[in-house]
């Protein structure tokens, strides 16, 4: 047995051109869910989530990088690489100069969040997919590393999730500026 | 009433269903899937202090409860292929296997093989599942991404048999067999095996387990 190993194992392509019933991920996250809530409290749950996010970030991006820089872009170019459903739509709250500065994105078809009603979280100061928000400022601020984009930082926060009561998902992303 | 065997017309049935099922279901990419159940993981290991085996054994029971809940959501459809024969559930289990993963889930996992009591050394049937290549630890570094050696009961690509392992389980109770099924990861990858390998034991559920 080898204890330590820096090759990865396996074909990750063949992995990443497989798919998956998404349902297992829907019928998973309650229990998940619980035992972080459980075990953390509300506060410090959401910021797992979003930890969890990051690290998911971290290992699509060994496969496959945004093509598009624009967050409402990328953020559809994930959902149809990565998931079925719906396309997310993106209102500009604030702009700076003509570039958007805050995009409030908009999803009614969350990959994550219950489909029905009366399976949401109980306690409703976590929002139930925030580990999106968590993924998608991480793959922003990979495009902003790598120098791709005019935004030079990106943050990223659910502000609404269906799976903790409301009516639809919604993430608000802010873009930094140069030195703004 | 239960029957003792799947008829030609019932196989045809599950052998149907499976696809139109995969066609109408929302899927996912799997590499995004396995990532998630990565993600997770770490955040459990960092929740118990470095304890890689009690996340990755916690997390496998969170995983096997979602897949309960997917089958007592499915039980009304797929109890079409309930039987009493052990041998049927190779069948039913590349039916699961296929709605899961779709019609390449036999690239992750082999077809699952019944072996009858008098066949094995332990004299328990048993149903042997190989994993050429596993989803799950594709892409870890072993001892780095993972520390291996701290696993405890479960493995970390064993989220899959263990999930159905409990499907088989749910059969069991359903049609009225008296085991109690128990799984164990024999082989696997990311401990240096050139596949993975896991056997379901069929306990009779009134006898001790042998040690």
Not at chain 1, 91 to 103: D, M, Q, T, W, Y
Not at chain 2, 175 to 197: A, F, H, M, R, W
Request: glycine content about 8%; some cysteine.
């Amino acid at each position: 047995m080898f204890l330590q190993n820096s090759t990865r194992i396996g074909n990750i392509q063949d992995v990443y051109k497989a798919q998956g019933l998404l349902m297992v991920v829907k019928y998973s996250l309650p229990d998940v869910m619980g035992f972080i809530l459980k075990k953390r409290g509300p506060e410090q749950a959401e910021k797992d989530l979003r930890d969890i996010g990051k690290t998911i970030a971290e290992r699509i991006l060994m496969v496959w990088k945004p093509k598009s820089t624009n967050p409402v872009e990328v953020l559809n170019e994930i959902k149809k690489k990565f998931f079925s459903g719906k396309k997310v739509r993106g209102e500009v709250l604030e702009r700076f100069g003509k570039a958007p500065s805050k995009i409030l994105i908009h999803e009614k078809d969350c990959p994550v969040c219950p489909e029905e009603k009366g399976e949401e979280l109980e306690v409703s100061q976590v929002h139930y997919c925030s580990a999106i928000s968590g993924f998608t400022e991480a793959l922003l601020n990979y495009l902003v590393s790598t120098k791709q984009t005019l935004y030079t930082k990106a943050s990223c926060k659910t502000v609404a999730s269906v799976g903790s009561g409301d009516k639809d998902c919604q993430m608000l992303i802010e873009l930094k500026y140069g030195g703004e | 009433m239960v029957q003792k065997k799947l008829n030609f017309f019932q196989k045809l049935l599950g052998k149907l269903g499976k696809h139109y099922y995969w066609s109408k279901s929302r899927k996912m990419n799997l590499w995004m899937l396995s990532s998630m159940a990565y993600g997770v993981t770490k955040k459990y290991e960092e929740i118990y202090e470095g304890d890689t085996g009690l996340a990755v054994d916690t997390f496998t029971n969170h995983f096997v409860n979602g897949a309960r809940a997917i089958m007592f959501e499915m039980q009304d459809r797929i109890k079409l292929l309930y039987s009493k024969s052990l041998k049927d559930l190779e069948f039913l289990a590349q039916t699961a296997l296929f709605v899961i993963l779709g019609p390449d889930w036999n690239k992750f996992l082999s077809e699952p093989t019944f072996i009858p009591a008098e066949k094995t050394a332990e004299g328990i049937p048993q149903f042997r599942i190989t994993i050429p290549a596993c989803a799950l630890c594709t892409g870890l570094r072993p001892g780095i991404d993972l520390d291996i050696t701290k696993l405890r009961k479960h493995t970390y690509g064993e989220l899959l048999a263990a999930a159905l392992a409990s499907l088989l389980q749910s059969v069991q109770d359903y049609v009225g067999n008296e085991y109690s099924l128990e799984i164990k990861e024999t082989k696997c990858i990311l401990l240096g095996d050139p596949q993975g390998e896991a056997i379901i034991y069929f306990y009779p559920k009134d006898k001790n387990k042998p040690k």
